[in-house]
């Protein structure tokens, strides 16, 4: 809602409902596709068309529930969740926190200044935001503000707003046009790093944000159930997805605004 109320003021309600189509359309494409996959699995492995599970349920019968069978099986699963993914999250969390107060020697620093992180981009995560930023240059947002954030969202999405502020030492979200608040800044960065398409530009983030993993927590709870290999694979197929169709946007845009 703040990247497209920063990019698109007049137009906010409608791209957000326009985002919302894009990922029930993507939802369903990649349902066909995996469809599509599964029976040529089968036909490869030759099983019969006809073929009966075994898998049987036996459903108990209904009645009210009871207030201490769902306070201890929420406990439960709660416990099991906390213990779970929040080992993952609390290690993630500390590596980052780690790599945003290592310091990183420039030519603006002197001997008495450097050891102490005051902006993040001086620092190793700043660094790495740094490397992986002209990766996205081909879907217009190659800055290294947008590549932290990104990198920040694979704990949870919500945290690239978060990040975002952050990187621009910026506490308040204001008015569209103030060059000191998140959304002028965002606007500043997002038409450097464009050569002038923000529009595009910022579009082409929004696509890549709302199709890349969900959260740490997500990718966690798939290898719980599936394990390691399929939570990789979900993890590689969602980066591509997000990669290819903002990279494909931005520049078929450019292609057709000349």
């Known amino acids: 809602i703040v990247l497209a109320h920063a990019f698109f003021y007049n137009n906010a309600g409608l791209i957000i409902f326009l985002l919302y189509i894009i990922s029930v359309l993507f939802i369903i494409g990649i349902s066909l596709i995996c469809k599509v996959i599964r029976q040529l ?8 068309k006809n073929r009966v599970s075994a898998f049987v349920i036996h459903l108990p019968v209904y009645q009210i ?16 969740f906390l213990w779970g993914a929040g080992r993952v999250i609390i290690c993630v969390l500390a590596i980052m926190w780690c790599l945003q107060a ?48 990104i990198i920040s969202g694979f704990l949870a999405k919500e945290v690239v707003l978060g990040s975002l502020s ?3 030492a910026i506490d308040e979200v204001k008015t569209v046009s103030d060059n000191n608040t998140l959304t002028g800044s965002l606007q500043n960065t997002m038409n450097n790093a464009s050569g002038g398409h923000v ?16 959260c740490l927590a997500t990718v966690i709870g798939i290898k719980s159930e599936f394990g390691i290999r399929q939570s990789l694979i979900t993890v590689l197929v969602s980066l591509s997805l997000a990669y290819i169709f903002s990279v494909l946007f931005y520049q078929i845009g450019i292609i057709l605004l000349g």
């Open 166 to 168: 952050n990187a621009y």
């Open 65 to 80: 529930p009871k207030f201490g069978f769902i306070f201890k099986s929420s406990l439960t699963k709660l416990t099991n």
């Open 41 to 48: 699995y089968n036909k490869k492995i030759a099983l019969p």
């Open 102 to 149: 290592i310091p990183v020697p420039n030519d603006n620093q002197t001997a008495e200044t450097f050891g102490n992180v005051n902006n993040i981009h001086n620092s190793v995560y700043g660094l790495i935001a740094d490397k992986t930023a002209p990766l996205f240059a081909p879907a217009g947002f190659g800055d290294w503000h947008l590549s932290q954030a």
């Open 199 to 214: 529009d595009l530009a910022a579009f082409s983030f929004m696509l890549f944000v709302l199709l890349y993993i969900p």
